[in-house]
């Protein structure tokens, strides 16, 4: 069945550095692809999509570009700031909408 | 953009009482909702998805008569954990399926913290 890997984490960082967070997919049509984000205490927001092949999703200085030679949807982000410490989720969805999760990755900012 | 507000964010209950968890798209009507149960730093387990006028459809292993789901109309889900134990304790997220033209896009609530005593 389809599928969604992510880098563990937590990814510690210090304020400026570059991000990547990892994320592979399995899947046996051709979904969107999306990274969500949880701060803190609160519910998700969608970070960014990307629906076909090639496509780039950007919000936010962050970016992720969906790979399909490569399974690959990673997020990108080219200084990260301390407010950017959260859970970030990779996901797909099909046209059915149900969205298949990554298991998250905590990701801290050290200032 | 799409709102989804969800109420109450936080609540504390004693053992055998039944809570209420209220889900609505403030701005948008949302068909189709669902429900969501996170456990601590773990990603979201669907519950279930709900169709407004009709029966939710619960996802393996989720008790329906536990955990029951009403979507009486476009702008309002409601979940209601019965009898309420503390294993039921957990992070509860709702979320709508966006407006049209945007429609595989989930917009989600803040999410409700239950403590059951």
């Known amino acids: 069945g389809d599928s969604v890997t992510q880098m563990e984490g937590p990814v510690t960082l210090s304020e400026e550095a570059f991000l990547t967070i990892n994320c592979t997919y399995t899947?046996?049509?051709?979904?969107?692809l999306f990274w969500y984000v949880q701060y803190p205490g609160e519910g998700l927001q969608l970070l960014l999509k990307a629906t076909k092949a090639d496509d780039k999703g950007s919000n936010k200085g962050f970016e992720a570009t969906y790979r399909k030679e490569t399974t690959s949807f990673h997020l990108e982000k080219g200084s990260v700031q301390v407010s950017d410490s959260a859970v970030y989720f990779c996901?797909?969805?099909?046209?059915?909408?149900?969205?298949?999760w990554g298991a998250g990755t905590k990701l801290i900012i050290k200032p | 953009g799409a709102v989804v507000s969800q109420h109450p964010s936080r609540v504390i209950c004693k053992s055998g009482t039944s809570v209420k968890i209220e889900c609505r798209s403030l701005d948008f009507q949302a068909t189709t909702m669902f429900w969501y149960r996170q456990f601590p730093k773990q990603s979201l387990m669907l519950m279930a998805t709900s169709n407004e006028g009709s029966k939710a459809t619960y996802e393996q292993g989720v008790e329906k008569d536990k955990f029951l789901i009403n979507h009486a109309s476009l702008t309002l889900s409601t979940l209601t954990v019965t009898s309420a134990h503390p294993e039921d304790s957990s992070f509860y997220i709702c979320?709508?399926?966006?407006?049209?033209?945007?429609?595989?896009?989930?917009?989600f609530g803040a999410g409700t913290r239950l403590s059951v005593l």
């Open positions: 996901a797909l969805s099909y046209s059915n909408y149900q969205l298949i």
């Open positions: 979320s709508a399926r966006g407006p049209s033209g945007s429609q595989n896009i989930q917009y």
């Open positions: 899947a046996t049509g051709y979904p969107s």
